[in-house]
């Protein structure tokens, strides 16, 4: 198993741009969910998924969208950067019983650094 | 809204000492605690989670602590080695939206175990 794959791994931007984080699992989990890290902040929910067709946000949900369409995959779309969203980026799965959610530990795939000029 | 606070954010012991961090939670209804490290340039990985209807955890060197009422949790590492140096966030279940079990950490403690 790959785990949890996230492309790409870096990424500059002007802002205002547009783009689509990249995030696959092959666990067959059902629960997914982005979030980013910044220094001092720790990590932050951005949005989250409890299975194909759901999706709902997090702590700081603003300026991303997400869709869910197969259980396998879980794009982030910044829709017009802003500097403020230079980050690193996490996307993470769990096993999810009955779509209740994350109900264990987390795996993270490798983080993809953005920055926004 | 909720949070989750973590204490010390930086920690320097010497090699064999003992390493605690700290972690306060605000939701009552959290029930799964986990603890991930980060080493530099990596991605988080669980050491050691603890759920509410247990008080405490060890796994070799490491150990976590609950106590519900006062709505703190610990890690603890005995014999601390250079490979220990990492980042540790705690973390804490929230209900959020139509969902229990997201996580909310805390900001993370350094630590550095010096040879």
């Known amino acids: 198993n790959a785990g949890v794959t996230q492309t790409p791994k870096f990424q500059v931007l002007k802002t205002g741009q547009s783009m689509t984080l990249q995030c696959a699992q092959d666990?067959?989990?059902?629960?997914m969910s982005w979030y980013r890290q910044d220094p001092g902040m720790g990590l932050r929910l951005i949005h989250y998924?409890?299975?194909?067709?759901?999706?709902d946000q997090g702590e700081v949900p603003n300026g991303y969208n997400v869709s869910r369409s197969t259980t396998e995959d879980f794009p982030l779309r910044l829709l017009s950067a802003a500097p403020s969203q230079t980050s690193v980026y996490f996307c993470?799965?769990?096993?999810?019983?009955?779509?209740?959610?994350?109900?264990?530990?987390?795996?993270f795939g490798e983080g993809s650094r953005l920055t926004v000029l | 809204g909720e949070n989750v606070e973590q204490h010390p954010s930086t920690l320097s012991v010497q090699e064999g000492d003992s390493a605690v961090i700290k972690c306060t939670y605000s939701?009552?209804?959290?029930?799964?605690f986990p603890w991930y490290k980060q080493e530099l340039g990596k991605r988080p990985q669980l050491i050691i989670d603890?759920?509410?209807?247990?008080g405490e955890k060890k796994d070799q060197r490491i150990a976590v602590t609950l106590n519900k009422t006062a709505k703190h949790f610990s890690l603890h590492i005995t014999e601390t080695q250079p490979e220990d140096s990492a980042v540790y966030f705690c973390?804490?279940?929230?209900?959020?939206?139509?969902?229990?079990?997201?996580?909310?950490f805390g900001k993370g403690t350094k630590l550095s175990v010096k040879p």
């Open positions: 993470a799965s769990s096993y999810s019983a009955s779509g209740r959610g994350n109900t264990g530990e987390l795996f």
């Open positions: 666990m067959n989990h059902e629960y």
């Open positions: 998924s409890v299975g194909a067709g759901i999706t």
């Open positions: 939701d009552s209804a959290s029930n799964y």
């Open positions: 603890i759920r509410s209807n247990v």
């Open positions: 973390a804490a279940s929230i209900y959020y939206g139509g969902s229990q079990g997201n996580l909310i």
